[in-house]
């Protein structure tokens, strides 16, 4: 997006990352991350939205917040 320093993908990933780990306080989850991405990327920009196409059933971790310490994207 013109004057955004990430595109848009990345600009809502970094956000989600931050909000999905103060929610849950560890463990950040591909699909909680996923649940906050799609909409926020079909807000801004609806011909963008990603779809979640996958075999998965396991909700696995793809990043961990550690307690009393600050994200790295904060």
Known sequence: MPGDEN???TKHL???LRVVSRATMALIRIFDLFEYLQPS???EQPQA???L???LRENFP???RLAGQKSPVE
């Open 53 to 55: 196409i996958s075999r």
């Open 41 to 43: 990327i079909s807000r």
């Open 62 to 64: 793809v990043a961990l």
């Open 49 to 51: 939205a990603p779809p």
């Open 7 to 9: 595109s848009l993908f």
């Open 14 to 16: 970094l956000a989600g």
